[in-house]
């Protein structure tokens, strides 16, 4: 694999993960609460000096009724998988709030 064809794969992937955190999010049998409600906790978070992964693993665990996802708060212990799950849940919720 070139990597111009790895770095398109890993694109989409990283788009199809979105959108599986975007449906995921406005989804309110799975999410009662909506993405306003998760870009407040990030706000309330930091305003707080509470740590912006721990705040946004409890996010992800919210979600996790209808999912196999569970995130430790603890930042440590958080695998690769946990990260990247957690870097695009925030970039879902900046996308989010930038149409708003």
């Known amino acids: 694999m070139s990597n111009a064809s790895g770095e398109m794969h890993k694109t989409r992937i990283i788009n199809e993960l979105k959108g599986f955190i975007r449906k995921l999010l406005q989804d309110p049998k ?40 569970h995130i430790p708060e603890d930042p440590a212990e958080h695998s690769d998988a946990d990260k990247l799950f957690l870097e695009l849940l925030k970039d879902v919720v900046e996308e989010e709030e930038a149409l708003y």
């Open 30 to 69: 799975i999410l009662e609460q909506s993405l306003v409600v998760a870009r407040s906790r990030l706000k309330e978070g930091a305003e707080q000096g509470k740590n912006e992964q721990a705040v946004l693993a409890i996010i992800a665990n919210e979600i996790s009724d209808t999912t196999s996802i």
